[in-house]
């Protein structure tokens, strides 16, 4: 079954540092999401991305925060300059281009910003 | 801001019986909802959802019941087994697309004993 990868599965960054998540949605998907859940906390959106630019993106999403699709199978997360507040697992989900139809996600980068 | 609610945080069930888990909403734009189930250091796997213009929505040993009167959503699994022992998270969406936000609930975590 297709499935969202994201590498790497665990970064350790030093607070100011920038940092790019990756991921590679499921390939006939056209819809793209990253997530974040805080520990002990709610898995919350952060944006999506059709069609090469943004969608929606949530408050959390703020300048610090890009997203880009480089090539035509990856989508990946960047964080200009890390605060301690951003550890968090971050989670890549793709999504067909069908109403209703569920979100499928990867098993998620931990971020741990020293 | 909790407009997906799972009020309890862990439920244990014998092997065999009916595990249910519940779910409440308050946004009425909601039109769509799903479940997730996450085990540790995976990402939430999706599981069964279904449409605001249904009330039932069944697949194998899962099925989801969603009354919209009340706002209350909620997942049974019959017969429980080991297996399903994991972290469950209702989510919800707001509109009749495949580019929405997720927004989840706390999550469940249940426990099937054998």
């Known amino acids: 079954e297709p499935e969202v990868t994201q590498t790497p599965s665990h970064q350790v960054t030093q607070m100011g540092q920038e940092v790019i998540l990756r991921c590679v949605p499921i390939s006939n998907h056209l819809y793209f999401y990253w997530y974040r859940q805080i520990l002990g906390q709610k898995v919350e959106f952060l944006v999506s991305?059709?069609?090469?630019?943004?969608?929606?993106k949530s408050e959390i999403f703020d300048d610090q925060f890009s997203v880009e699709r480089p090539d035509g199978s990856n989508f990946t997360l960047k964080i200009r300059s890390t605060k301690l507040e951003d550890s968090a697992m971050y989670f890549c989900?793709?999504?067909?281009?069908?109403?209703?139809?569920?979100?499928?996600f990867g098993d998620g980068t931990r971020l741990s910003i020293l | 801001d909790q407009q997906v609610k799972q009020n309890s945080p862990s439920l244990s069930v014998q092997e065999g019986r009916i595990s249910i888990l519940n779910c409440d909403y308050t946004n009425s734009m909601f039109d769509y909802f799903l479940w997730y189930k996450k085990y540790p250091a995976e990402g939430p796997t999706f599981l069964i959802s279904i449409s605001s213009i249904k009330d039932k929505n069944e697949d194998g040993r899962f099925t989801v019941f969603l009354n919209k009167s009340a706002k209350h959503l909620s997942l049974h699994i019959v017969p429980s087994q080991p297996g399903d022992s994991a972290v469950y998270f209702c989510?919800?969406?707001?509109?009749?697309?495949?580019?929405?936000?997720?927004?989840f609930g706390k999550g469940t975590r249940l426990s099937v004993i054998a």
């Open positions: 989900a793709s999504s067909t281009r069908q109403g209703n139809q569920p979100q499928h």
């Open positions: 991305f059709y069609n090469n630019e943004i969608s929606e």
């Open positions: 989510a919800a969406s707001g509109r009749d697309s495949g580019n929405t936000p997720l927004v």
